[in-house]
């Protein structure tokens, strides 16, 4: 069954560096989401991307951040210089048929970003 | 805003039943349905369209009253598998997911 992967699974760096965590979406699906999870909390939505652009974004993803599908089966989310509040499990998540609202969007293992 | 859930948390032996709540104060397209073990991702379940259906398969299945804008999620005879963080995930307008806190479920033997 195809699946969304994504890497490292695990990142730790310092503040104010920044990281590129990668994911691979489903092969035929053609929107992509970006999530995030602090310990303990709920998901919350960062943005979704579809045709090589921004579709949405929440005020979580500020300047700080950017999305980009690089190549045909990357895509990937920069945080320029992170910070201690950055730490988090982010999770890629891409979906079939963004003409459909009632599409089923599959979620990736997640990248445990920590920020010392 | 965030949908609201309710029970935050539910403790069960096997064989008992479930329900878990999930209302919003908005107009809603859909409504999904996840479970979460610890340290992994969520894991689909299903998804409930406006217009009031229910769906299931196996011993979960779901509502979604579309004039009350509340879903509830039903498990069955449950078993130790179903342990974990149930959230619902809403969808407004676009497509992005909207998720409650979560509602934490035990089942034990």
Not at chain 1, 9 to 14: A, C, E, L, P, R
Not at chain 1, 70 to 92: H, V
Not at chain 2, 62 to 76: D, P, V
Request: charged fraction near 20%; hydrophobic fraction near 30%; proline fraction near 4%.
């Amino acid at each position: 069954e195809p699946e969304v992967t994504q890497t490292p699974s695990h990142q730790v760096t310092q503040m104010g560096q920044e990281v590129i965590l990668r994911c691979v979406p489903i092969s035929n699906h053609l929107y992509f989401y970006w999530y995030r999870q602090i310990l303990g909390q709920k998901v919350e939505f960062l943005v979704s991307f579809y045709n090589n652009e921004i579709s949405e974004k929440s005020e979580i993803f500020d300047d700080q951040f950017s999305v980009e599908r690089p190549d045909g089966s990357n895509f990937t989310l920069k945080i320029r210089s992170t910070k201690l509040e950055d730490s988090a499990m982010y999770f890629c998540a891409s979906s079939e048929d963004p003409g459909s609202l009632q599409e089923t969007q599959y979620f990736g293992p997640g990248t445990r970003l920590l920020v010392l | 805003q965030q949908p609201v859930q309710s029970p935050q948390a539910v403790i069960l032996r096997e064989g008992e039943d479930a329900v878990i709540n999930c209302s919003s104060s908005k107009a809603l397209y859909s409504v999904h349905w996840y479970r979460q073990k610890h340290g992994e991702a969520p894991v689909f379940l299903m998804i409930l369209l406006k217009g009031g259906e229910q769906k299931g398969h196996d011993k979960i299945s779901a509502s979604f009253n579309e004039k009350k804008q509340q879903s509830s999620l039903y498990l069955t005879a449950s078993q130790l598998s179903y342990s974990g963080t149930y959230f619902c995930g809403t969808q407004e307008y676009g497509n992005k997911l909207v998720f409650g806190a979560g509602t934490i479920l035990r089942v034990k033997s």
